[in-house]
């Protein structure tokens, strides 16, 4: 293959913005653009998951030239040393370091070095921006120290539907002006710790039903509900200055001439709506490519370079990323994809390793190609000052999302005197989206220590007010890949088909506390007492039961509008 040689090798490559570089930076980037392999440019732009490979396979990418990596799950201190060997490992061939992603939203299924943050929506109900700032802090000191320095947060999605199994919990809510506040304070405090955020799903998720993890998706707003919801949020996550945005597998036809293409293969939409109209000028990276919302729209040889000439800068994973590299070499070869579009993208991959300070400056001679880590040599007594801090932050955020949506017999609080005899009802074994278990829920243990006698419902068991003197149920649903719906399950609350039927809330005095889906209530309209509590995590727990007990208030206030969802409920759309 010929090298490809740009004309303006920083074409596109604005001065201003949220990659702009200092002069040093710049000739940097111009001589990698000037040097590289043509086969290396391509490996450059994508993103592998260091999942189910070797330590060998991974640094075989590296020596291929891999732009960036993923640590999937919530990363940890083993992370961080598989990382840690993949930096050393490309700094001695000469090369910056890595680009390490990961999804860092909180809640059970996305922390990071076991910080148990609430998520998004919990944040959302403190209505309180300073916490959302807090929150990027703490995604970004948490990431920092397992090796990442690109964090693929925050959702700046709305939870418009309901039904929409994926966005739910991972947004900050319904209301464009709320979601646009929390969105632009997350970047700013993440991005204000030096790492880059990544707002995502351009171009909004929340409308559609569908999870495009497994079907293509499609956000059907009319051009102006778009501009009026949408938009607003875009441009605050923009004008916030966040440095990449994630890209989905998500059409909107009334922006893009009434196609349904998703915007990962869309130009009108990544390129002419995104930077043309929204003047957005970071780094694109495509959704995954592995999900059915990309897989589903052709052949792999054919949408992986059209991903690519659409306007994504990056493409995120890879099942045989040689077969990819060579599917963009046909491409070009065809002349379905430009090298001056591989340039452009090359370059925005190469400054946000800049703005990174994943490039060393050169000094006294030494290599301009010499990188060093992001990471800093910290001393651990700083690092446990840092994981205190955060986990004050994540027990103060619980208490302020903590939602009482109804109270109408005056239930709580709880009293051990008077509802000594709890019985609770939650769902069996929980995993994520991955199928690893989660932790048991610690309702019972904690309610337990405040002198309360729990039962745990079983299906055999007989709901008598002359045995209890309360019915708690605790459900813990929160959003997330492949999840399907996040309705309620009274199956499986019940534990057989002939019991999910069956309704006590005449029977006992009751109380219904949701850790997540906060629409439950439209299974569930008979039950009088009713808590949004939106995360299951630990912290929440603790302050949940606080608060049953009249110690500490009630102050969230629900980012989505559940007496209305609840009541317009209706079929899927």
Known sequence: MSRPQAADPLAGLPASGPLRLKPWQRAWVAQQLQTLAPRQRLWRLLVLALADGTPERYQAWVEQGVGGVFVPGAPDAHSARLVGQLQSQARSLGRADLLVAADIEFGEHTGADGLGFPNAMAVAATAR????????????????????NWVLSPVVDLDL???????????????????????RAFVQGLQGEGLAASAKHWPGDGVDWRDHHL?????????????????????????????????????????????????????????????????????????????????????????????????CDMLLFSG????????LERALAEGRLSWARVNQALARVLALQCVLGLVRRPR????????????????????????????????????????????????????????RRILLVEEGERHTPFGQPLPPLRMV??????????????????????????????????????????????????????????????????LLISFGNPYHLAD?????????????????????????????????????????AMAAWGPLR
């Open 215 to 311: 079907e293509p998706s499609c956000n059907s707003l009319s051009r102006e509900a778009w501009l009026a919801r949408y938009a607003p949020v875009w441009r605050a996550a923009i004008d916030a200055g966040v440095r990449t945005v994630l890209c989905g597998h998500i059409g909107l036809p009334a922006l893009d001439g009434g196609l349904s293409r998703p915007a990962s293969l869309s130009p009108v939409l990544s390129t002419e709506w995104l930077r043309g109209e929204l003047g957005f000028e970071g780094l694109v990276l495509s959704d995954a490519t592995l999900m059915a919302g990309f897989s589903a729209c052709g052949p792999r040889w054919q949408t992986l370079p059209q991903a690519v000439a659409a306007g």
């Open 524 to 564: 569930a309209s008979g039950c009088r007492c009713w808590i949004n509590a939106y995360s299951p995590v630990p912290a929440m727990q603790q302050a949940c039961v606080q608060a049953l007990l009249g110690r500490a208030p009630w102050p969230g206030r629900s980012p989505v509008e559940v007496g209305a």
């Open 445 to 510: 243990e904690l309610l337990q220590a405040e002198g309360f006698a729990v039962t745990r419902y079983r299906p055999d068991t007989l709901v008598d007010p002359d045995l209890y003197d309360v019915l708690i149920y605790v459900l813990a649903r929160e959003a997330g890949m492949c999840r399907g719906s996040l309705r309620l399950d009274w199956k499986r609350l019940h534990g057989d088909t002939a019991r999910a039927m069956e309704r006590h809330w005449h029977t006992l005095p009751h």
């Open 161 to 183: 539907n309901p039904h929409n199994p994926v966005v739910n919990t991972r947004s900050f809510g319904a209301d464009p002006a709320r979601v646009a506040a929390f969105s």
């Open 129 to 148: 921006v300073a916490w959302a700032r807090r929150m990027g802090q703490a995604a970004a000191r948490a990431a920092r120290r397992c090796g990442v």
């Open 364 to 419: 006294h001679g030494a290599s301009v190609l010499q990188a060093e880590t992001q990471q800093q040599v910290e001393h651990q007594a700083a690092h446990q000052a840092e994981r205190a801090q955060e986990q004050q932050w994540a027990r103060e955020c619980a208490a302020a999302a903590l939602t009482r949506v109804r109270d109408l017999d005056g239930l709580l609080p709880l009293q051990p005197q008077r509802h």
């Open 320 to 327: 045989q990323p040689e077969l990819d590299v060579a599917y």
